[in-house]
């Protein structure tokens, strides 16, 4: 089957046999941020943006993506550089093995304006990380998403 979608910001076309999953795909088209450590939604390695929302790519189907617009950390690096350092000034860098997981699940946070402990809380379940303690990275998380309302302050 043939599908066309927008990846980062490109449109792509491309062959796909109907049991391709959408981490499959972006591998292939070289979005080697998008990793894969379970296959079973439990460790958000694969999280990507589909239509501005978090998906696992891991089990969602290619098929689904036609139409849609894909949006792996190659596409964000910018914003994924700013929250870089939010985690550096909070001293929860990691192995990087996990982060683009966990930036694309912040990027669409901050689309959906989660900025509540509970709602980050509940929005990172998935994340796995072996790394660090979590209190690192929700301070940081909470600081990059409230950014906006600091500056309305100066």
Do not use: W
Not at 24 to 41: A, D, I, N, P, Q
Not at 146 to 152: A, P, T
């Amino acid at each position: 089957m043939e599908i066309e979608f927008t990846l980062n910001g490109k449109m792509t076309y491309e062959e796909i046999a109907d049991d391709t999953t959408l981490f499959h795909l972006l591998r292939r088209k070289g979005c080697y941020s998008v990793k894969c450590g379970c296959e079973t939604e439990n460790c958000g390695l694969c999280t990507v943006l589909v239509n501005g929302k978090s998906r696992l790519s891991c089990s969602f189907l290619a098929a689904r993506a036609n139409g849609c617009d894909v949006v792996t950390l190659e596409g964000v690096e910018k914003e994924a550089k700013l929250f870089g350092s939010y985690l550096a000034a909070e001293g929860a860098e990691q192995c990087g093995f996990c982060s683009p997981g966990l930036i694309m699940n912040v990027l669409a946070m901050e689309r959906e304006e989660i900025l509540d402990d509970e709602g980050i809380k509940e929005y990172l379940a998935g994340n796995l990380c072996r790394c660090s303690g979590y209190m690192g990275q929700l301070r940081a998380i909470k600081n990059y998403l409230s950014r906006g309302e600091k500056r309305d302050e100066l």
